[in-house]
């Protein structure tokens, strides 16, 4: 029997069903669309207390997480997701976040940035994912310098993406999106990242004035590619 790949998401939930989209649309590339041939997918919409502007649920989305340990360990995943970038931060808690077939956003994202050659990125993303500096880190060390929006711009984004999971975004915070794009690109940003799963949801590609990379799509990529990777051997 296929492995399925297991999604962990829910935070917010809209994200963690368009990255099931993304993987059944991006596995087309695969199979000629007998229903058979696309991905064995177990999506776990978890209700956990965000912690978008600080950290203080940390320690409770953490126990969630492994509480459910058990259950994703007896599904015997080819690969596990975490659609959320910012729950990142619970790795160090989280043990199935330590070790395979966990597969890190961040690592995904990070190096299809460094393939492409970027020196200067422009980051779009939560104010914990920001402060805590999940992509900073991991893109310097990969020779990425990242922009980071304004204190005044962070705030608007965290505005933005709560209006995403509550279903009342609007023109007025794509608006926002696309005014801190522009800036980070006037600032010297090649390229834009959108570093929160809620982003690409709302963010106008069309009105960015450098290439934007959006966070989900280059992870369902990567986990498709390597599902039929695997199954073709």
């Known amino acids: 029997m296929r492995k399925p790949i ?10 963690s069903i368009r990255f099931q989209q993304l993987l059944i649309e991006k596995s087309m590339a695969f199979h000629s669309g007998d229903n058979d041939q696309f991905p064995y997918i177990v999506h776990l919409s978890i209700p956990v207390t965000d912690f978008i502007s600080g950290e203080s649920a940390r320690h409770a989305a ?9 259950l994703v360990k007896a599904l015997h995943p080819g ?12 790795a160090t808690e989280v043990e199935m976040l330590q070790q ?7 690592e995904v994202v990070a190096q299809k940035i460094q393939q492409d050659n970027r020196k200067t990125i422009g980051l779009m ?11 900073t880190n991991i893109l310097a ?5 990242v922009l980071e929006p304004t204190a005044a711009q962070q705030a608007a984004l965290e505005a933005a993406i709560r209006a995403v999971i509550a279903r009342t975004a609007g023109q007025q915070e794509q608006a926002t999106l696309t005014a801190v794009g522009q800036s980070l690109a006037a600032r010297g940003a090649e390229a834009l990242l959108l570093g929160c799963t809620e982003l690409p949801l709302l963010f106008n590609m069309a009105d960015a004035l450098v290439p934007t990379y959006d966070c989900l799509d280059m992870y369902a ?10 199954l073709a051997h």
């Open 100 to 106: 395979p077939p966990f597969v890190s956003m961040l």
């Open 79 to 90: 690969q596990v997701a975490l659609a959320c970038n910012t729950a990142h931060l619970l």
């Open 6 to 15: 297991v999604i962990l998401g829910g935070m917010g939930p809209q994200a």
């Open 125 to 135: 993303a939560s104010p914990t994912t920001i402060r805590t500096r999940l992509y």
């Open 141 to 145: 060390g990969l020779g990425v310098r």
């Open 221 to 230: 990529e990567e986990l498709i590619g390597t599902e039929y990777s695997q």
């Open 62 to 70: 953490a126990q969630t997480l492994n509480q459910l340990a058990p």
